[in-house]
């Protein structure tokens, strides 16, 4: 059965961001492929590197396309007074898990969310090295395509790919996180999990992909104790969100809100 879009508008606002996340993606892999990485070193001590530019421009010339504001990692530093009256915009990560791409481990993505009165809406997540595509929405759920820098037409996408979750239910109960991102609470949290489930399994993986994992069903819940911006967030809250997992804060009642005068998201639960 083909995917069919109600309504137009996002339909045309999906395929955009689905062209700049792809676009993006093959400039990524360009520099991915040079060893010529040109890194910087940004004030919050993060790394910057010429792909994470490149992507930056290439998808805001795309989504320019739209009429909407964007806000970027990469972009300027918008004042929240202008931001506060902005209904509908675009928030980006032109490269999620630069660290992941110095590395080489291929653990990087592309993402990009819409976002509508605090609430990510609409998400697109890319995999430059396994071409692996992540994208939904709140009209018509979350999907995911193999191969997807082939064809970015709506129906191939959905009709070579598969609806999320695929995967339905894990024989352990299955954790993802970041090893470099653990912490007290977090270990306290997997061992309260334990006690409730008995055998866990725990997979470390880097960038979004951890929020893609619960969206796909390969993991069952992903907490994140310690720092991340919305940006990192965003694509991939939407693509769970509409796959059916709850994406809240740590007390597992709050919802995450975009577009607050601080970017730093509080602690949160990814959970199928």
């Not at 004042?79 to 660290?99: I, S």
């Not at 998400?123 to 064809?151: M, Q, R």
């Not at 997979?203 to 310690?226: H, N, Q, T, W």
């Amino acid at each position: 059965m083909l995917f069919i879009y109600k309504i137009e508008l996002m339909k045309d606002l999906l395929l955009l961001a689905i062209e700049a996340s792809l676009k993006a993606g093959k400039e990524i892999i360009n520099v991915y492929n040079s060893d010529d990485f040109d890194i910087k070193i940004k004030s919050d001590n993060s790394p910057l590197t010429i792909a994470d530019q490149k992507a930056h421009e290439i998808i805001v010339e795309i989504l320019e396309k739209s009429n909407l504001p964007i806000l970027s990692e990469e972009g300027k530093n918008i004042p929240f007074e202008e931001r506060a009256q902005w209904n509908k915009y675009w928030l980006v990560d032109p490269l999620d898990g630069t660290k992941e791409f110095i590395n080489k481990n291929g653990e990087f993505t592309v993402n990009i969310a819409l976002i509508e009165s605090g609430t990510p809406v609409l998400g697109v997540i890319y995999i430059p090295v396994t071409k692996d595509l992540y994208f939904g929405d709140k009209e018509n759920g979350s999907y995911k395509t193999v191969n997807a820098d082939k064809d970015f037409d709506i129906k191939m996408l959905t009709q070579f790919g598969f609806k999320l979750p695929f995967f339905q239910e894990n024989e352990i109960y299955t954790v993802v996180g970041s090893k470099s991102h653990m912490n007290e609470e977090t270990e306290a949290f997997i061992s309260q999990l334990s006690n409730e489930h008995g055998e866990i399994d725990f997979i470390s993986k880097g960038s979004s992909l951890k929020i893609c994992m619960v969206a796909e069903g390969i993991a069952d819940i992903y907490p994140r104790f310690g720092p991340t911006m919305e940006w990192d967030t965003a694509a991939g809250h939407a693509i769970a969100l509409y796959s059916g997992c709850s994406v809240t804060q740590k007390d597992e009642k709050t919802p995450l809100c975009y577009n607050k005068k601080e970017l730093l998201n509080p602690w949160f639960i990814v959970r199928r």
